[in-house]
């Protein structure tokens, strides 16, 4: 077994070893049932981990990660993460993530056949599609590149908008809300998008609106 396979173990023993001199009750709170705040929908990039990013401690976070943090309802991974999230987590927040750098929205920049990845990378090739005529216009290839990046956050975010579940929670709750960010890497800080979710949510309703179900609306009003 390679040395740098065992030094995990070694690891989480010492961060075990740390965690129980700071707390011994610990790992028996950790145990419990969560109730995170925070679903983090980000890319699967080893550089740009959710928690360490954001601070946050185990069980404030809710996570799922993919290439180019895309969320597809034809995958039922990324749907069933934020529909478990949101229906009974019942987290307040739900973050779409990208990175600058990042690998997979640049390979759907490249006009190549890249196998199992094309219809993945498709729907990243999607967005480009709908907003070409703005990265078109940008000159300088580095910056068209992370524009890219700042869209498909900003399409993802749509996605995350038009299903059921998210609608149905916050026209009862008034929860959760949608934002999309994009973490640099080369300075280490979280950029806000700053997504108008209730703005989006209005645009969108016209053609995606699925809350018109009589049992939606009677529960808001109980």
């Known amino acids: 077994m390679s040395q740098s396979y065992e030094v995990i173990f070694e690891n989480n023993k010492k961060w075990v070893e740390s965690k129980v001199a700071e707390d011994p009750d610990f790992f028996h709170n950790l ?3 969560q109730t995170p705040d925070y679903l983090y929908i980000g890319c699967s990039d080893s550089r740009a981990t959710a928690e360490e990013l954001m601070g946050a401690k185990p069980g404030e976070v809710f996570v799922h990660r993919n290439i180019a943090n895309v969320v597809n309802t034809l995958d039922m991974s990324s749907t069933a993460v934020i529909q478990y999230a949101v229906e009974h987590l019942k987290v307040k927040h739900i973050i779409v993530c990208g990175h600058y750098n990042c690998g997979g929205v640049k390979a759907a920049m490249t006009p190549q056949d890249l196998g199992l990845l094309n219809p993945w990378l498709r729907n990243i090739r999607d967005v480009y599609r709908l907003h070409q005529a703005e990265l078109d216009s940008i000159e300088d290839e580095n910056k068209r590149y992370d524009r ?3 869209l498909n956050v900003q399409e993802q975010c749509i996605n995350v908008i038009k299903m059921a579940c998210v609608q149905e929670r916050y026209i009862l709750e ?7 960010w994009v ?3 080369r300075t280490g800080k979280i950029i806000d998008l700053e997504i108008d979710f209730e703005k989006t949510l209005k645009d969108i309703q016209k053609i995606y609106n699925l809350t018109s179900s009589d049992w939606v609306m009677s529960r808001k009003t109980k």
């Open 148 to 150: 890219l990046v700042e």
């Open 174 to 180: 008034e929860q959760p809300i949608v934002h999309g």
């Open 183 to 185: 973490f640099d890497l």
């Open 31 to 33: 145990a419990k049932t």
